[in-house]
């Protein structure tokens, strides 16, 4: 089983940047393709952005198209997701995700996780 752990939430302003990273242990990074969902307490999870094996192909929820970009360094077994313009609306858990089977934007065909980092987004 491949751990996950997330780091890089914080506080910060509306129109901001936060880099966020998930730093991948227990097994060989590269053969997993990666998600990020973010989560807001009472609410399901929302798919944000996912990554190839490769890091050559991704794909991003249509509220993040533009603004966030993910990406994956395989030498390093960690993921990132850059965030940018943020907005007050998207103050969640965020939360990577790995598999080597790809599930796209569902939440359930992805079986390991991270714990989660906050992000909060003042106005």
């Known amino acids: 089983q491949i751990q996950l752990v997330e780091s890089g939430g914080g506080s910060v302003q509306a129109g901001s940047s936060l880099r966020l990273s998930c730093a991948a242990s227990g097994r060989t990074f590269s053969y997993y393709n990666i998600a990020w969902f973010r989560q807001v307490p009472g609410q399901d999870r929302e798919f944000v952005a996912t990554?190839?094996?490769?890091?050559?192909?991704?794909r991003y929820g249509d509220s993040v198209k533009g603004r966030f970009t993910i990406s994956r360094d395989n030498t390093k077994n960690t993921a990132f997701l850059q965030m940018n313009s943020l907005k007050v609306e998207e103050t969640a858990t965020y939360y990577c995700?790995?598999?080597?089977?790809?599930?796209?934007?569902?939440?359930?065909?992805?079986?390991?996780w991270g714990q989660g980092t906050q992000v909060t987004v003042s106005s």
């Open positions: 990554i190839r094996q490769s890091g050559v192909g991704t």
């Open positions: 995700a790995a598999d080597s089977y790809y599930s796209g934007d569902r939440a359930p065909g992805w079986r390991s």
